[in-house]
């Protein structure tokens, strides 16, 4: 069965103190990994595809990594501003439509 | 940006009535999705849709529920006799190519009372 699993489930940093997150994935092939951010009362935000092991993606402060069984997503000192759920889809090869989706992490940056 | 927008943002219903959720895609995009997230939990896939047709459903989407684009521009969620569990956020995306990202909208808050 396909599945995704994010960890952890939460993670509090300090400001300018960086870390990752972890989106492990079970599939029988992969056609694309999603990363999105989701703050409260919104619909998660786009933010990095990837295809293939190997792929890396960057974007101000974050940078996203592929590997055939996970993908992290690096956050570098971070401000209290990314503070929000980190949302992580696969895209399966037996799925024409449908995404799996992890159940997040959510990511606190204190000040 | 273009945006896909979502109405009502917050929607309130009695059991038993019918509640028609309403979203505008992004306009070049041909891929339109639905989705649910009950507070603190997944996102959890509702229907894709493509080519005027339903393309994919999950176990979810039962006889309760139908999609439409009735027009150019609009797509629409029914939920027909509405239950207690029904409420919560229900998100519509699209997008403009098979292995390209979805885009979402803000999503309603549907609460039934």
């Known amino acids: 069965e396909d599945q995704v699993t994010q960890s952890p489930e939460a993670l509090r940093l300090q400001e300018g103190e960086s870390s990752s997150l972890n989106c492990s994935y079970t599939v029988s092939g992969l056609r694309g990994l999603f990363w999105y951010r989701q703050d409260p009362g919104k619909g998660p935000e786009f933010l990095f595809t990837l295809y293939s092991a190997g792929e890396e993606k960057e974007k101000e402060r974050l940078k996203a990594t592929l590997t055939k069984k996970e993908s992290f997503l690096h956050i570098t000192a971070p401000k209290p501003e990314d503070s929000a759920t980190y949302l992580c889809a696969v895209h399966p090869m037996d799925s024409n439509y449908q995404l799996i989706w992890g159940a997040g992490t959510k990511l606190i940056i204190k000040p | 940006e273009p945006e896909v927008t979502q109405t009502p943002s917050h929607q309130v219903t009695q059991m038993g009535q019918e509640v028609i959720l309403r979203c505008v895609p992004i306009s070049n995009h041909l891929y339109f999705y639905w989705y649910r997230q009950i507070l603190g939990q997944k996102v959890e896939f509702l229907v894709s849709?493509?080519?005027?047709?339903?393309?994919?459903k999950s176990e979810i989407f039962d006889d309760q529920f139908s999609v439409e684009r009735p027009d150019g521009s609009n797509f629409t969620l029914k939920i027909r006799s509405t239950k207690l569990e029904d409420s919560a956020m229900y998100f519509c995306?699209?997008?403009?190519?098979?292995?390209?990202?979805?885009?979402f909208g803000d999503g309603t808050r549907l609460s039934i009372l």
């Open positions: 995306a699209s997008k403009d190519g098979f292995n390209q990202p979805q885009h």
């Open positions: 849709f493509y080519n005027n047709e339903i393309s994919e």
